[in-house]
Nanobody, 128 residues
Framework: QVQLVESGGDLVQPGGPLRLSCAAS????????IGWFRQAPGKEREGVSC????????YYADSVKGRFTISRDNAKNTVYLQMNILKPEDTAVYYC?????????????????????WGQGTQVTVSS
């Protein structure tokens, strides 16, 4: 049974770090491109970052470039999103999802229909 479980969401002060985890079961993360998305109240879901199954190339949305880092631990079958210098506008529910395409980029993150399994989400709140 394919499953993605996010964890690590929390309340954090502006400027602080947080690391999200996306633990996969029922498939191997290195064989799929994994994306991180977020959705703030009243806003559409936004693609944040992805890591490809082909070579592990990564992509970041402009809003998080230079602050967020996506990585994959094949031994733990888990994908991480390290978030630094957090801003109040990063507040959202964060989701991970998988897709069978072997690459990632802005087109992939914009095409949520390409992602067939999603986690339940984890809340990140950035506030003082």
């Amino acid at each position: 049974q394919v499953q993605l479980v996010e964890s690590g969401g929390d309340l954090v002060q502006p400027g602080g770090p947080l690391r999200l985890s996306c633990a996969a079961s029922g498939f191997t993360v290195r064989s799929y491109t994994i994306g991180w998305f977020r959705q703030a109240p009243g806003k559409e879901r936004e693609g944040v970052s992805c890591i490809s199954s082909s070579g592990g190339s990564t992509y970041y949305a402009d809003s998080v470039k230079g602050r967020f880092t996506i990585s994959r631990d094949n031994a733990k079958n888990t994908v991480y999103l390290q978030m630094n210098i957090l801003k109040p506008e990063d507040t959202a529910v964060y989701y991970c999802a998988r897709t069978g395409i072997s690459w990632c980029g802005d087109y992939a993150l914009a095409s949520t229909l390409l992602f067939d399994y999603w986690g339940q989400g984890t809340q990140v709140t950035v506030s003082s």
